[in-house]
């Protein structure tokens, strides 16, 4: 059972076409990666299921619903998509504790006369939020020492641990991840790889991801969908899609085919 | 040195003040706040009040601009609505202050929110233009719609009044005032600890990310144009109150550009900063003042030298702190409190 389908989708901005009739399904509890060279249209195709982008054709499919251009960002948030960004979209003013917060704000309803007295059913709710921001996910992400610390001041693999909290804290049905561990180094993405299959195994959410790191894909994807020129080339298991030739084509053209199996094929390096 | 602050409960933790040294010296402000009108002669009195009114409105202001990211030069216009309105209700009613300050408040926000609707467009500068239109634009009101306002003449009005009491003079209006400024510093503080102020502040530190997040831009935009015109609105109505009359030439737009630099001065962002921005705004250049009347016996020419020099004096005092101090008078204290964490060990 597919959680997201995306059917046809073709956007494009003047004369540049970013998404091409692109077609495929995550299945729901599963860690599913779009790959694709760069500008291949991978994260226009996050900003259409999120809705900053309006796709001129084709259709979304969420949990069986057809979300339409009219369902804006705020709207689908609410209904369970939650996203990071490629480059770190947190409030960098803001301490770690209060990014997260901000997370759980669509299952929060204390409006301003509330907020205002802050005594009763403020204070009631925030503290509900906050022990549950504290067992669940500050305690699962292993980032009780900055809980305090202003975003702006933590290293980079920190950050992205920070925004995977934040995403959390929706409490989503299908968690879109762009780029989660580019910039890092061998141990952030070892731990952030650990997190995103506990996230799947243990919390039943259905992960969808956007890498480049191929070694990191191959290992925790279940489902793979290529994308080049914003056209989907091939979709399948990742044993499946390292050996298409047209996904080695796609990633370096057509000579040097050794090489290029050895980037899709971590096994095969010298460990 | 703090020490022992441990916590048990997230209660606790998320209390304003977090030790038994802040509610000490928070007390003690308390009972100077108190003690001071008795103290105090009529002139200081006189700032007090002053001082007091530009609080709450600077807290307003600071809510839009300082949290939510959205400038405005629209704050003296809602402060006029504020006050008109209490002009009005005291004239044409006889309801009690507590009454027509909660209307002036809720006149001014229902203002603040129709200007506040081109926000969802325009950003910085050009929603500063926006603002400043809609100030032009009630100017213009307040001057022209005699049957309501008086036109230039303005109107005078009758002391707040509860249950029979009369609020005359200085010394009673600074117990309106002071009180309504804690309380509504304390409601501004509550709102940020809560998912409210936090969305201001997502909004004004990267809005696309807010809405990812499920913040509706515009209902929070608008909620903060509201929240900050009642608090302007509600100053308003207390600067009615106390100089009991009110024309259109009690608002200028240079009002404005006051608390936006009462706002910048004090710390963007900061609530303690718009209070000590507020203060600093409204006594140095009378303390400008005091100083020219000290320096006459010695120079008899001060006062003509001086009074020209107040302007550029004072001018140069808030660009010193914008370049020595970049994060407003707040940092100040913030480091004096950073400072004492540790004293006497290292520092």
Known sequence: ?271 | MRIGDAKQSYGADEAIWTSQTQKLWFGLLLVILLVFPFMADSYLLYLGCLVGIAVISTTGLNILTGFTGLISLGQAGFMGVGAYTVAWLSLNTGLPFPVTLMLAGLMAAAVGILVGLPSLRVKGLYLAIATLAASVFLHFIFAEWESVTGGMGGLSLEPAHLFGWAFQSDFMMYFIIVPLSVLMVFAARNVFRTRIGRAFIAIRDRDISAEILGIDLLRYKLMSFALSSFYAGVAGGLFAYFFRVVTPESFPLSMSIFYLAAVIVGGMGNLLGGILGAAFMTLVPEALKLLTAALTPFYPNAPVFMSPMLEIIFGALIVGFLIFEPHGLAEIWHRIRRFFRLWPFRN
């Open chain 1, 1 to 271: 059972m597919s959680i997201l389908e995306i059917n046809n989708l073709s956007l494009s901005f003047g004369g540049v076409k970013a998404l091409q009739d692109v077609s495929f399904r995550v299945p729901e509890n599963t860690i599913t990666t779009i790959i694709g060279p760069n500008g291949a249209g991978k994260t226009s195709l996050f900003n259409c299921i999120s809705g900053f982008y309006k796709p001129q054709q084709g259709t979304i499919r969420y949990q069986g619903q057809v979300l339409s251009n009219g369902i804006k960002p705020p709207k689908r948030a609410a209904l369970g998509l939650s996203r990071t960004f490629q480059n770190i979209a947190l409030f960098r003013g803001m301490t770690v504790l209060d990014n997260i917060k901000l997370g759980a704000h669509v299952h929060m309803k204390s409006g301003l006369l509330s907020a205002l007295a802050y005594f009763g059913p403020a204070r009631r709710e925030e503290m509900t939020v906050r022990k549950n921001v504290e067992q669940r996910i500050i305690d699962f992400l292993e980032i009780d020492h900055i809980r305090r610390q202003p975003v702006a001041s933590l290293s980079y693999g920190l950050q992205k641990r920070v925004e995977l909290a934040r995403a959390l804290a929706m409490q989503p049905k299908v968690l879109m991840l762009d780029e989660p561990v580019a910039g890092m180094n061998r141990e952030e993405k070892e731990d952030m790889a650990r997190f995103i299959l506990d996230i799947r195994e243990e919390w039943g959410i259905t992960v969808l991801m956007v890498e480049h790191d191929m070694g990191m894909v191959m290992d925790i994807s279940d489902h793979i969908a290529v994308l080049n020129f914003g056209q989907v080339i091939t979709e399948g298991l990742p044993a499946e899609v390292q050996k298409n030739p047209e996904v080695i084509r796609a990633y370096l053209g057509n000579s040097d085919i050794d090489s290029l199996r050895k980037k899709l094929n971590p096994e095969g390096e010298a460990a």
